[in-house]
Structures are given as structure tokens and as C-alpha cells.
T-cell receptor, first 113, second 110 residues
Framework: EDQVTQSPEALRLQEGESSSLNCSYT??????LFWYRQDPGKGPEFLFT?????EEKEKERLKATLTKKESFLHITAPKPEDSATYLC??????????????WGLGTSLAVNP | DGGITQSPKYLFRKEGQNVTLSCEQN?????MYWYRQDPGQGLRLIYY???????QKGDIAEGYSVSREKKESFPLTVTSAQKNPTAFYLC?????????FGPGTRLTVL
């Protein structure tokens, strides 16, 4: 069964304390691994897409990496405004025209000043 | 500005009522999706549409209906057959694989 698992469920950091969020996947024929940020009461905001093992992408204090089994979202010197839930999703091979995403449950990140 | 709009932001429904959630996009995307988000659960796909006048059931379609008469619009109706409709509803669209989301509608059953 295709599955995406995120850990930890919740993470509390001090401002400036770097850490990583994990997204492990068992998606047959993965066609892309996606990271989103979601603030309370809002829709997810797209961050990154990774397509192949070894690929890395960066945006400000965030860097996403991908291996054959998992992806990491590294947060360097986080600030309180980085507090949010971070969602990971894997793209299955299309069945017909369906570009289906398999979603993880998210990691809730709180950064204390 | 290009984007996805959802309305209303908050919606209250009495038991036995049908309600319709609006989703409009001006991104010229072909595919549109409806998800439901509940605390402690991942995003669950309700319906999706790849082109106008065509749509398919997702994983939890029972008690919901949709239409796709225009490329820009993909409204979702929550019918009285949906026994537990209180949730946060998200609309998304894409032309590739990355899905872009609207701000969401929070539906509460009174």
C-alpha cells in the first residue's frame, strides 16, 4: 500500500536551533515528492518538489532533500515565523489522468523566540 | 493576481440541508480537486476533475457531489447524505503535478 509517514508529529525549537523534519515514503514508482507549509485555518502553501534521489532544493532557511526512501526538510536557524504545520506528499503514477497525491499527517513546528 | 478563491470562509449547516462550497481559479489550470481535512488525519480526496464536464470520485465521495461546467469553477455540494460533514474543505488546481490550494472553507453542522 502506498504510504507517506512524517515524523515527528510535533517539534518545538528555540529560535536559531536548527533541525530536520522527516518524510518517509513507500510509493511505488514515485513521480515527485512535495513539501507544503500550512498555517492554522489556511490552505497549504507549496514549497518544493523533488523528483529524484540526491536532489536538493532551498528557499530561505529551508532545504529539502530526497533519498530513495525518505525526504528531509532541514530548517536552519529558524525564526518564530517559521512556526506552521509542514506537509509532505508523494505523487503516484497516473492511473488514467489522475495525478493522485498521497499525503502525510504533517509535522507541527513551533519556534519559540 | 492569479490564484484560487473559495467562498464562503465559514459556513454553517443545519442537519438535513444541502450546502454548496464555491471554488474558482484564474490560473488556467485544467485539473481541479476537492479535499477534506480533519484534525489528526491527512488530506483526503473527495472528487477531482481533469477537464470540463468530466469528474471522478476520490477516496471519500459518498455524500458529496460536484460539477465542472466551466474550466474556472468546481463547486462542491455537501448533501444531507454526508453524515459527518463538519470539516475544513480545500480546493486545489494544477496543470502539472504541484497542486496549488485555495484558502479553504470551514463547514460546521449545527
Amino acid at each position: 500500500e502506498d504510504q507517506v509517514t512524517q515524523s515527528p508529529e510535533a517539534l518545538r525549537l528555540q529560535e536559531g536551533e536548527s533541525s530536520s523534519l522527516n518524510c518517509s515514503y513507500t510509493v511505488s514508482g514515485l513521480r515527485g515528492l512535495f513539501w507544503y507549509r500550512q498555517d492554522p485555518g489556511k490552505g497549504p502553501e507549496f514549497l518544493f518538489t523533488l523528483y529524484s534521489a540526491g536532489e536538493e532544493k532551498e528557499k530561505e532557511r529551508l532545504k529539502a532533500t530526497l533519498t530513495k526512501k525518505e525526504s528531509f526538510l532541514h530548517i536552519t536557524a529558524p525564526k518564530p515565523e517559521d512556526s506552521a504545520t509542514y506537509l509532505c506528499a508523494g505523487s503516484c503514477p497516473p492511473a488514467g489522468n489522475n495525478r493522485k497525491l498521497i499525503w502525510g499527517l504533517g509535522t507541527s513546528l513551533a519556534v519559540n523566540p | 493576481d492569479g490564484g484560487i478563491t473559495q467562498s464562503p470562509k465559514y459556513l454553517f449547516r443545519k442537519e438535513g440541508q444541502n450546502v454548496t462550497l464555491s471554488c474558482e481559479q484564474n490560473l488556467n489550470h485544467d485539473a481541479m480537486y476537492w479535499y477534506r481535512q480533519d484534525p489528526g488525519q491527512g488530506l483526503r480526496l473527495i472528487y477531482y476533475s481533469q477537464i470540463v464536464n468530466d469528474f471522478q470520485k476520490g477516496d471519500i465521495a459518498e455524500g458529496y457531489s460536484v460539477s465542472r461546467e466551466k474550466k474556472e469553477s468546481f463547486p462542491l455540494t455537501v448533501t444531507s447524505a454526508q453524515k459527518n460533514p463538519t470539516a475544513f474543505y480545500l480546493c486545489a488546481s494544477t496543470n502539472t503535478r504541484e497542486q496549488f490550494f485555495g484558502p479553504g472553507t470551514r463547514l460546521t453542522v449545527l
